[in-house]
Nanobody
């Protein structure tokens, strides 16, 4: 069982920055691929960014590339999402997810943290 707890969300003005954190339980965090997703009101959940278990490779959605950056610290069992140049359309609940099996599918999810960007 893996527990994921997000933090760092809040209200920020357009153009501002936030850093989200996701703390994971368990002793095998360093073997998990991790990701961030978001869901805006009335919309489906969408992919934001992902990072391999070692942190050597990352992938970001086109809508956030160049503004957001995913990273991880395996010693702290934590994955981060640095969000810069925030836009009102970034407003959403942000979820952390872990892919713990060889399928690569994200099978554990956090409870989410709200990010609101005002114009």
């Amino acid at each position: 069982q893996v527990q994921l707890v997000e933090s760092g969300g809040g209200l920020v003005q357009a153009g501002g920055s936030l850093r989200l954190s996701c703390a994971a339980s368990g002793r095998t965090f360093s073997s998990y691929r991790m990701g961030w997703f978001r869901q805006a009101p009335g919309k489906e959940r969408e992919f934001v960014a992902a990072i391999t278990s070692s942190g050597g490779f990352t992938n970001h959605a086109n809508s956030v590339r160049g503004r957001f950056s995913i990273s991880r610290d395996n010693a702290k069992n934590t994955v981060y999402l640095q969000m810069n140049s925030l836009k009102p359309e970034d407003t959403a609940v942000y979820y952390c997810a872990a892919a713990t099996t060889t399928t690569g599918r994200f099978d554990y999810w956090g409870q989410g943290t709200q990010v609101t960007v005002s114009s």
